[in-house]
T-cell receptor, first 114, second 109 residues
Framework: IAGITQAPTSQILAAGRRMTLRCTQD?????MYWYRQDLGLGLRLIHY???????GKGEVPDGYSVSRANTDDFPLTLASAVPSQTSVYFC?????????????FGPGTRLTVL | GQNIDQPTEMTATEGAIVQINCTYQ??????LFWYQQHAGEAPTFLSY????GLEEKGRFSSFLSRSKGYSYLLLKELQMKDSASYLC??????????FGAGTTVTVRA
């Protein structure tokens, strides 16, 4: 089934722990993105990748890192989680990053940091 | 930074029409998107405007005025399943997508 999958669906994490959120797409999209969604703030871009092997910083990159070893996978790592990273995390992908390229979203990961 | 404003909440009756406004100020402009997001789910794409005017897709229409930095999403013949958040997003000059905080629409019987 074509689309984007994310894992885990939800997670409760102790502060200071390391955590990797997984994202995989099978649409052969070149560009991938990580957003966080917080009440009243909307979706904010954390990191992005325009193509395999390249990554870039979004609006709120601090405390997060990403890698893009291949086209399909785009994991997001929290090296040492803090309570302010409690959020819903969405991965998205698009064929390219041109004006008409639509971003499609995964189902999200709900993360709680205590 | 980018500034995208939309109302927080709107309520309408089943069968009615609702218009969700979005105003934006961004560094460059490469298109405006509307997404629908049901509670606890992922955003799903509704419409895209890059030129001025109205784009119609069934019960949903989206309008853009680039000179005014303004768009609206029109939902006609409202159904209960249309109760959701509607997100306005602008692609800026660097081709990054910036989102408004979303408008929660509640459809009442």
């Amino acid at each position: 089934i074509a689309g984007i999958t994310q894992a885990p669906t939800s997670q409760i994490l102790a502060a200071g722990r390391r955590m990797t959120l997984r994202c995989t797409q099978d649409m052969r999209h070149n560009a991938m993105y990580w957003y966080r969604q917080d009440l009243g703030l909307g979706l904010r871009l954390i990191h992005y990748s325009n193509t395999a092997g390249t990554t870039g910083k979004g609006e709120v990159p601090d405390g997060y890192s990403v890698s893009r070893a291949n086209t399909d996978d785009f994991p997001l790592t929290l090296a040492s989680a803090v309570p302010s990273q409690t959020s819903v995390y969405f991965c998205a992908s698009s064929l390219g990053q041109g004006a008409t390229d639509t971003q499609y979203f995964g189902p999200g990961t709900r993360l709680t940091v205590l | 930074g980018q500034n995208i404003d939309q109302p927080t909440e709107m309520t309408a009756t089943e069968g009615a029409i609702v218009q969700i406004n979005c105003t934006y100020q961004t560094s460059g402009f490469n298109g405006l998107f509307w997404y629908q997001q049901h509670a606890g789910e992922a955003p799903t794409f509704l419409s895209y405007n890059v030129l001025d005017g109205l784009e119609e897709k069934g019960r949903f229409s989206s309008f853009l005025s680039r000179s005014k930095g303004y768009s609206y999403l029109l939902l006609k013949e409202l159904q209960m399943k249309d109760s959701a958040s509607y997100l306005c997003a602008v692609r800026d000059g660097d081709y990054k997508l910036s989102f408004g905080a979303g408008t929660t629409v509640t459809v009442r019987a």
